[in-house]
């Protein structure tokens, strides 16, 4: 199994979305070896913003998170978490 995801604009990316703001390769989310999934911004010409503030540097999301990338907004949520509530 995969533990990183790109997501951009470029049809090749894990997570390709048609949204001009966006990056070809926007920004990168890894799952580390504790289990966490980090979010960094891959040098995109618009930011990555996580809960409203500017990605400087690689966070920890965590359940609910609020992502913006370009006019796109996630919410991250785990499955196994969505299953536990």
């Known amino acids: 199994r ?7 604009r470029n ?6 979305v048609r949204d001009d703001l966006l990056s070809r ?3 990168r989310i890894t799952k580390n070896d504790h289990g966490e999934y980090v979010i ?3 040098s995109s010409t618009n930011s990555t913003w996580l809960n409203s503030k500017e990605l400087k540097a ?3 999301l965590r359940y609910g998170d609020r ?3 370009g006019n796109t907004i996630f919410r991250f949520f ?4 969505v299953e536990k509530r």
Not at 2 to 8: A, D, P
Not at 11 to 16: L, R, S, W
């Open 11 to 16: 049809e090749e990316c894990d997570i390709a």
């Open 40 to 42: 960094e911004d891959l």
């Open 2 to 8: 995969k533990n990183e995801l790109i997501l951009g």
């Open 25 to 27: 390769r926007h920004c």
């Open 58 to 60: 690689p966070a920890t």
């Open 67 to 69: 992502l913006l990338v």
């Open 78 to 81: 785990l499955e196994e978490e």
